[in-house]
């Protein structure tokens, strides 16, 4: 028989869901079963919180403490630029393969950046932005109607601005 789990220690699960989907609990059993809990509960409290992420694949980060499962949503860079774009929710088993040749701002871009900037490995907020224009250059999009690598080579150049942005560190 396993050892009895503490009631106040904290288990963090992390796994990629489609937001707004229940997942396949069946992927979800081997992950939080032996911390106690209900897998299709704990699929429904995932959809509940990614809702507003729907349609896109995002990492979920379950936070488990007294049997109790909270869902926080981490965005990747890709479903940031793909929310940006603001394309209407696509059933995905029928649709494959989407080109999202949308157009968004630079204002987007840098609120994206904000977002990613506790994860990104830059020193500074201009190497931030230069990843999610990256991004953006690989799911296809452009910015203010330029393709993204002319953005980057834009603020190399000096002829665009980024300001300067630290958030607060993101602790565990």
Partial sequence: MPPKLDPNEIAIVKLRAVGGEVGATSALAPK???LGLSPKKV???IAKGTADWKGLKVTVKLTI???KATVAVVPSAAALLIRALKEPARDRK???NIKHNGDITFADVIAAAKVMRPRSMARHMKG????????AQSVGCTIEGKHPHDVI???DNGEREVAAFDPPRETA
């Avoid at 931030?128 to 991004?135: A, N, Q």
């Fill in 65 to 67: 403490q007294n049997r």
């Fill in 153 to 155: 080579e834009e603020i």
């Fill in 43 to 45: 699929g429904d409290d």
């Fill in 94 to 96: 029928k649709e494959k």
């Fill in 128 to 135: 931030t932005v230069k990843e999610i224009l990256g991004t």
């Fill in 32 to 34: 939080i079963g032996p």
